[in-house]
């Protein structure tokens, strides 16, 4: 059973139209982390949740935004869309003190 | 800072032998986590492998080990007995701290490719 759920899985979406990604989980973890992986690169950290409290990483451009209504449920939202924003976007959760990271399938994002 | 480093941006291996993918990295935390996750083409990120800095033995897990040398700050990870189905990008990645969760720092990755 996916514990991690990421849709959709692929998304195309217009230069400067906002969208929206979604994960959720069923692991009950309260963190909740968002990556960025352009093609052929390493997956990147846009920012995280500890329970309610957002963290932002220091380079996330500010086109990205994040929502967290509960536990379960995270968003991705990027209000005006670059062609530099095509990638692959992948949620991870994790439940400190446990080390380990777990990942969704990921949602591809194009951008037309 | 950290930082992680693979020189194999490709990597082509025969059924059933065994293969070694680099990994070095850099850091100054005197305490730290290393990583292996296999990306296959449908995306995923799945875990294979930890190691932490205090661990005395180097991990292991069924097929892969983590050939852990710490002096020379280097992370390999060891796939024995390869199979068609290990083809995939593999990502080492270092585990740091940031606003109480766990940031993962990944190197660019090697793509594996195991050929008949």
């Known amino acids: 059973d996916a514990m991690v759920i990421q849709n959709p899985r692929y998304q195309v979406t217009q230069f400067g139209k906002p969208v929206t990604l979604s994960c959720s989980q069923t692991?009950?973890?309260?963190?909740m982390y968002w990556y960025q992986q352009k093609s052929s690169q390493a997956p990147k950290l846009l920012f995280h949740?500890?329970?309610?409290?957002?963290?932002n990483e220091a380079d996330t451009p500010d086109n990205f935004q994040s929502r967290r209504p509960n536990t379960s449920f995270c968003f991705l939202d990027i209000r005006s869309p670059g062609l530099g924003d095509a990638a692959m976007y992948l949620c991870?959760?994790?439940?400190?003190?446990?080390?380990?990271?777990?990942f969704g399938a990921g949602t591809r994002l194009s951008v037309l | 800072a950290q930082k992680i480093t693979q020189t194999q941006p490709g990597m082509f291996v025969q059924e059933k032998e065994a293969v070694t993918l680099d990994c070095t990295y850099d850091?100054?935390?005197?305490?730290?986590?290393l990583f292996w996750y296999k990306q296959p083409s449908s995306g995923e990120m799945i875990f294979l492998i930890y190691q932490g800095s205090y661990d005395e033995q180097n991990a292991t897990e069924g097929r892969y080990s983590l050939n852990f040398q710490k002096a020379r700050k280097s992370a390999n990870l060891v796939i024995s007995a390869s199979q068609l189905g290990d083809s995939a990008m593999y990502f080492c990645?270092?585990?740091?701290?940031?606003?109480?969760?766990?940031?993962?720092?990944f190197g660019t990755g090697t793509q594996l490719k195991v050929e008949l």
């Open positions: 990645a270092m585990r740091g701290y940031t606003g109480g969760g766990n940031k993962l720092t």
């Open positions: 692991l009950n973890h309260n963190v």
């Open positions: 850091t100054s935390d005197q305490s730290y986590g």
């Open positions: 949740y500890y329970d309610k409290d957002f963290n």
């Open positions: 991870a959760t994790s439940a400190p003190p446990d080390i380990s990271q777990y």
